[in-house]
């Protein structure tokens, strides 16, 4: 038997090994040595972004985790990235799940990012875990009209009434924006057509990538942001870490008495203290006033240096997953081109062959 | 009698919920028969576990051949049934310490919890994980350049694979990307063929689709089609 | 709890909220630059599903205007709301209060343990709490918001604007009574040096309730599709009836059903027949049961046994009702098992695990897949082809579609599914409903040729006329 031959029977677990290899060395390898691969925001990714950040601070987020254990490898990084951004901006999350299991995976991410990167937001005020409700679509058909029947009390137990910035929530339209991270059914779809089509609420959706191309007809007149996949997430994540990076050094230097005004983005941000020199001069005009560019300079070196630190120090591993599972992606895609070419040869050969006998 | 009721509950229901969006005042109602059918289907999976029940307790009996999966089967079934209705190891709901069994099943800490931790949770990833090896071996065997539009298929699927990853802008990182030829960077391709070509693919399949529900569910509430109640006449 | 709390919201609003309101809008008015529009009415929306409401006002004849905006005051019940969390953050303070002072009394003077004085200084301050909830007045603020105002910004609009359409407002609370709403409206204009300028309020609107008509008239194309629609399937069943030959081009899925069940007689092994993973609420599980009456009766006659896991009861429910109708027709009632229809468990990859092993260990010679599936649709398929079963799916889930191409042997393509139940049948009824929808199609295809070539001209010649068609189609017909 000739080799054509032999790929053209090949055993599939021959298949799943290189498969369970070219996932598994990326991960390794990118364990070891921290080593990310490049992403480049495109326009849905960066539209996501845009319209959560468009909201003024204190705005009402609705986030429906309608995903479970099984989706959560491709769709747990960017719901992490997305109460990172709603936490940050200072929104008000209210967690809820179509899906039996995505409460738990409310409890799991709020715990990851909430609780270890944002511990000063207080449930009941800043964020609140209404859980999950059974129903599929008939739960935000009711929604739309009344919120209490669908959620009497929080996941804990607490009547609504109790928690206060459930205050003035009587049904969807209370809400500025909704964010469905969607494994299937129940989920985005549902939101689309029963709520935020009808209510005209700004919506960005998260799904699987086996669903996505089900969601591109509704972009971007019924929803304003479509993350597909771990593709989708690792350009969003991408965006939100430079943009809190960002946020962060803009909260320092207000902390220290100096307020860049404006929307300046502020150019790449210093790291070192003559950087810091630099770049209060290079700002002059754009978001600082000559005087604050004066003080920015004239900061004790201390001082300086804890306003650079965070520019350089490291993200932390949470938000940076999207990005790293982009390479396990990466080989087992060439692999499938691969294996493509492969049996296309294997085809023509054996198909030449057969011809010629 | 056994055909008939079945069949006027479905029009009445069916009528019921097309006629309310129209008209306001019966859209509480509307509400109410979808709430029925969870009702309904609740008390539906007391036949369910029965049948469960029966199907394994009979080849555990039987010693069929496979009955010790039947055994774990079973004995899974009872222990999260157990755990979870009596909420082993709940903490106390801080709200009322006094109250037991106040605390939630799956709050972390009961045995509940840890069986979704430490078993659902990396069983059910387990099974999603594998449509990766399942997707290879269907894409070596089915993807042949057969004839034209299996080759279109092809090409489209080299520019999806490729522009889905850094791969995509690594190979295509020369062509500028304000020029005029930007759209033709793999991870632009990539972004054109989802938007323009899926999106019009998929409103075709999906308005067929629609069109075929729509048929579907007339020809039912009309009770042209009553094989769901057993048998078509 | 105040009595003034349970007051009817109606009885509240025109004496105490008006009153109010109209002060603050006489207050605001001595100090306006432009004059602000006069005639503000509003009325409900005529013949709609409730909460919208039209305002309109007549424009002040003012140099520089640049466009209005339009408030409307706060309801009686959202004062009251604001009243009530007002209330409530001053109670919740209160109670922090006086733990503070308990707990440091305690631990400060006293000397005792932390652990114990936080029990102590708790049972304090619910006690605080509870005395301070009995007082009638206690913690109402003399302002209905946080910032003393009592009126919302609805939107602002453009100078050559004169009346807007408000959206979501509620027709009724809670209890059923009608909610009123009042509006006022603001000018803007630059002046003289170019600095925007805002009038005072206008005149209140009279008050007006967002109610929901008897028929929603707002979603009339919906209506007129879906008359269009069901009477073309109607005008074809009738015809049908009629006894007018109907053709019907034949669906190869459909066709390979009696090959699969005749290889699966001559192999001795039994078929599995999976439909779907949602419930009866579900239409393509219904369809998927109709294909299987068709299956379970071919397999009846050659004595083929089939097996059906369910992932939900009711649908073993109806499976079971459908099989034995099957072996009925078939004069084979004596072979019909209700055993061999089970189900299974709700949880998606439980199913599939058990599908999946099932398969593996019963190796059955043919494959139905027949329903709504999600990721588990190549799971199963690929497995199913690694023991060499024939293969035949149907589903209307367009994203799982080529999965079942690839590794089915035929599969049934979105409305292919649907027609399944006619094209199985033969009823004549049941093609002439095929027909009415394939007129249902072309009703569809035609409204895109128009609308698209119309928006396109539109685009290409600046026509205003032809982008307002467009708009007014998607703004009535699209969004109904």
Not at chain 3, 35 to 53: F, L, M, Q, S, Y
Not at chain 3, 108 to 125: I, L, N, S, T, W
Not at chain 3, 273 to 285: A, K, L, R, S
């Amino acid at each position: 038997m000739g080799f054509f031959e032999r790929i053209g029977n090949l055993d599939r677990r021959w298949i799943f090994l290189l498969m369970g290899l070219a996932v598994a060395i990326p991960i390794i390898i990118i364990d070891v040595t921290g080593f990310i691969p490049p992403e480049l925001p495109m326009p849905k990714a960066k539209s996501t972004f845009q319209t959560l950040d468009d909201l003024p601070a204190g705005s009402k987020v609705l986030l429906s985790w309608d995903f479970d254990p099984a989706t959560e490898g491709e769709l747990g990084p960017m719901a992490n990235t997305f109460i990172r951004q709603c936490a940050q901006k200072g929104h008000k999350m209210y967690f809820m799940a179509l899906v039996p299991v995505g409460a738990q995976m409310i409890r799991s991410t709020t715990s990851d990012v909430i609780g270890t990167y944002y511990p000063d937001l207080v449930y009941g005020e800043d964020w609140v875990d209404l859980g999950y409700k059974a129903g599929n679509e008939a739960v935000v058909k009711t929604l739309v009209t009344d919120f209490n029947q669908m959620f009497p009390s929080d996941a804990r137990g607490e009547p609504l009434s109790t928690i206060p910035m459930m205050s003035g929530i009587k049904d969807l339209t209370a809400f500025d924006a909704i964010v469905s991270v969607t494994a299937g059914y129940p989920g985005c779809k549902e939101w689309v057509l029963f709520a935020s089509t009808p209510l005209k609420i700004p919506t960005v959706v998260g799904c699987t990538g086996v669903i996505a191309p089900q969601m591109y007809p509704y972009y971007p007149q019924q929803i304003q942001g479509l993350l597909q996949a771990i593709k989708g997430a690792a350009e969003y994540e991408l965006l939100v870490n430079d943009w809190v990076r960002r946020d962060q050094f803009r909260n320092t230097l207000l902390a220290m008495g100096v307020e860049v005004s404006g929307e300046d983005s502020m150019g790449d941000l210093p790291s070192t203290s003559e950087e810091l020199d630099a770049w209060a001069g290079d700002h002059v005009g754009k978001g600082l006033t000559e005087a604050q560019a004066t003080e920015v300079r004239g900061f004790a070196s201390e001082k300086k240096a804890e306003l650079v630190a965070p520019v350089d120090a490291p993200e932390p591993g949470l938000f940076l997953e999207a990005q790293k599972r982009m390479g396990p992606q990466l080989s087992a895609h060439i692999l499938m081109l691969v294996l493509i070419v492969l049996g296309n040869l294997t085809y023509f050969v054996t198909r030449r062959r057969g011809g010629g006998r | 009698m056994k055909r008939t009721v079945p069949l006027i509950i479905t029009a009445t229901v069916g009528l019921l919920l097309i006629v309310a969006n129209f008209v306001p005042a019966l859209s509480e109602l509307s509400e109410d028969g979808t709430t029925f059918f969870s009702i309904i289907a609740a008390i539906a999976f007391v036949l369910g576990g029965g049948s469960l029940l029966k199907v394994h307790l009979k080849k555990l009996s039987d010693r069929d051949r496979g009955w010790a999966y039947s055994l774990i089967v079973l004995g899974s079934f009872f222990v999260t049934l157990v755990v979870g209705l009596f909420k082993i190891g709940a903490p106390p709901n801080p709200a009322y310490p006094d109250k037991p069994w106040a605390g939630g099943y799956n709050e972390p800490g009961t045995f509940f919890n840890w069986i979704y931790e430490y078993l659902f949770y990396p069983l059910t990833a387990t099974m999603f994980a594998m449509l990766a090896f399942y997707i290879a071996s269907a894409a070596f065997r089915a993807f042949r350049a057969k004839n034209f539009e299996a080759i279109l298929l092809l090409g489209t699927a080299f520019i999806i694979l490729l522009g889905q990853t850094a791969a995509g802008p690594a190979l295509t990182n020369w062509i500028p990307p304000d020029g005029p030829f930007a759209g033709l960077r793999l991870e632009e391709l990539s972004a054109y063929v989802m938007d323009v070509f899926n999106t019009a693919g998929s409103r075709a399949i999906v308005i067929g689709i629609a069109l075929g529900i729509a048929s579907t569910s007339l020809k039912i509430l009309m009770g042209l089609d009553r094989s769901y109640l057993g048998g078509g006449n | 709890m105040s009595r003034d709390f349970k007051d009817p919201i109606r009885s509240r609003l025109r004496p105490g909220l008006l009153a109010a309101f109209a002060v603050l809008v006489g207050g605001m008015a001595a100090v306006a630059a432009p004059p602000p529009p006069t005639d503000v009415e509003a009325t409900d929306r005529p013949w709609d599903g409730g909460g919208v409401v039209e305002v309109t006002w007549s424009a002040p004849d003012v140099e520089g205007l640049e466009g209005f905006q339009v408030w409307r005051a706060m309801t009686a019940g959202e004062t009251l709301a604001a009243r009530s969390k007002a209330r409530l953050d001053a109670l919740a303070e209160l109670k922090q209060t006086a733990y503070d002072n308990e707990y440091r009394r305690l631990v400060d003077v006293e000397g005792v343990a932390p652990e114990d004085a936080r029990m102590a200084a708790d049972k304090v301050a619910n006690l605080a709490l509870g005395q301070a909830s009995l007082q009638k007045d206690f913690g109402a603020p003399a302002t209905a918001t946080d910032d003393g105002s009592s009126l919302i910004l609805i939107d602002t609009v453009g100078p050559e604007t004169t009346s807007k359409m408000v959206p979501k407002l509620l027709s009724a609370d809670k209890d059923g009574n009608p909610v009123e709403y009042a509006f006022v409206v603001r000018t803007i204009a630059k002046d003289a040096g170019g600095d925007i300028e805002y009038s005072g309020y206008s005149t209140p609107s009279e008050v007006v309730v967002a109610k929901a008509q008897f028929l929603n008239l707002t979603r009339a194309p919906l209506l007129i599709i879906l008359l269009m629609l069901c009477g073309a399937v109607l005008y074809f069943i009738l015809k049908a009836r009629r006894g007018v030959a109907l053709k019907i081009r034949t669906i190869a899925g459909l066709a390979a059903v009696d090959e699969a069940v005749g290889r699966a007689t001559e192999m001795g092994r039994p078929m599995l027949y999976i439909n779907g993973i949602q419930d009866m609420d579900e239409i393509q599980t219904v369809a998927g049961i109709t294909v299987l009456g068709r299956v379970a009766k071919t397999a009846a006659e050659y004595d083929a046994p089939i097996e059906v896991p369910t992932s939900r009861s009711l649908v073993m429910s109806a499976a079971r009702e459908t099989v034995e109708a099957s072996y009925l027709t078939a004069g084979r009632s004596d072979a019909f098992n209700p055993d061999l229809i089970y189900y299974v468990t709700d949880e998606q990859f439980g199913f599939t695990a058990y599908v999946s092993g099932l398969i593996v260990r019963d190796r059955p010679a043919a494959c139905f897949y027949m329903g709504s599936f999600f990721a588990e649709s190549l799971i199963l398929a690929e497995t199913g082809n690694s023991v060499g079963a024939i293969q035949i799916a149907g589903t209307a889930n367009p994203s799982q579609l080529p999965f079942f191409v690839a590794a089915c042997d035929y599969t049934l393509i979105g409305e292919e599914f649907f027609a399944a139940s006619a094209y199985l049948s033969g009823q004549p009824e049941q093609l002439g409903s095929l027909k009415g929808q394939d007129m249902g199609k072309v009703l569809v295809g035609v409204v895109l040729l128009v609308t698209v070539t119309v928006a396109t001209i539109g685009a290409v010649t600046g026509s205003e006329s032809l982008m307002d068609a467009v708009a007014w189609f998607k703004s009535t017909v699209l969004s109904g």
